[in-house]
């Protein structure tokens, strides 16, 4: 992931507010829509504000920073909080490295989530893991870091890859993870990368309800081109999304989605803005 560009104080000045369109699930629980800004990661690298701003005018109403928000200094976290609030969007989590949870790093985290209005300081990948006791590992880490946010109203989380979802000796990553951890520990779904691998996203909910508070809604599509693997777009590949939004309702305890693309035949932006829509369609 590249680091995003400094944040400009003057191009927060600028910023003008967006009223996100409110979509409704089908149960009629308002569930909203968000993006991963790691999908619009050149543009972020260009000019933050200005994408965060566009991305707000689209519709969308949460947003999840990646990794590089760390290295932000506490005028640069509430320079983003100023811009969130004058957009009248969130931030409800961050994507973080190891060492935003480990003891001499937490802190940090803590303050700058705090600040933005996060409430989810989520590992987005744990690394090079060896075998299943090393899964335990990863599990400790996060049950330490639970521990240590569960008093300040907050939680961490894990978001998978296609790791997670493979076995190692016999037993998937991601169930040891799940075993392992106390059940306010947030198992954020890529539903992608478990599509690719040959998982049941719809399964995995289901077995572990309350637990799949948030969704990347990530396209998987079989086969080689412009529009397969994860350059399709949302609704274009093998992801079961209308069984799979209506069991994350029903079961998961879901509290917002937030799409991600790794890229697409479309600059990023408009690759953005046709996700959201298909995602409207969807949703009716």
């Known amino acids: 992931m590249r680091s995003q560009s400094p944040i400009s104080r003057r191009g927060f000045l600028t910023a003008t507010a967006a009223a996100p369109l409110a979509l409704a699930s089908p149960a009629g629980k308002h569930i909203p829509i968000g993006l991963e800004l790691y999908s619009v990661r050149d543009e972020m690298a260009k000019d933050m504000p200005a994408t965060v701003r566009a991305v707000a005018k689209m519709g969308y109403e949460v947003v999840e920073f990646f990794a590089s928000y760390y290295?932000?200094?506490?005028d640069q976290a509430k320079d983003v909080r100023?811009?969130?609030d004058d957009l009248g969007i969130k931030c409800n989590s961050t994507h973080n490295g190891p060492n935003a949870l480990r003891p001499d790093g937490i802190a940090k985290a803590i303050d700058i989530n705090k600040t933005i209005g996060a409430k989810y300081i989520v590992l987005a990948?744990?690394?090079a893991v060896k075998g299943l006791d090393g899964w335990k590992g990863v599990a400790e880490t996060l049950t330490q870091a639970a521990e240590k946010l569960r008093p300040l109203g907050m939680r961490t989380g894990y978001h998978n890859h296609q790791a997670e979802f493979t076995p190692?000796?016999?037993k998937r990553p991601?169930?040891?993870l799940a075993a392992n951890t106390p059940?306010?520990?947030m198992l954020q779904l890529d539903v992608g990368t478990c599509v690719e691998v040959g998982s049941d996203p719809v399964a995995w909910?289901?077995?572990?309800?309350?637990?799949i508070n948030s969704l990347h809604l990530k396209e998987w599509a079989e086969g080689t081109g412009p529009d397969k693997g994860y350059k399709s777009l949302f609704g274009e590949g093998d992801a079961p999304w209308k069984k799979l939004l209506d069991a994350a309702e029903a079961k998961g305890g879901v509290e917002f989605y937030l799409i991600e693309q790794e890229g697409s035949r479309f600059p990023s932006l408009e690759t953005a803005e046709k996700c959201l829509a298909a995602y409207k369609k969807l949703r009716g």
């Open 82 to 84: 100023k811009l969130l």
């Open 174 to 176: 991601i169930e040891v």
């Open 168 to 170: 190692v000796e016999g």
């Open 205 to 211: 909910i289901n077995a572990n309800p309350g637990r």
């Open 71 to 74: 290295t932000w200094t506490p």
């Open 125 to 127: 990948s744990a690394g």
């Open 183 to 185: 059940k306010d520990v």
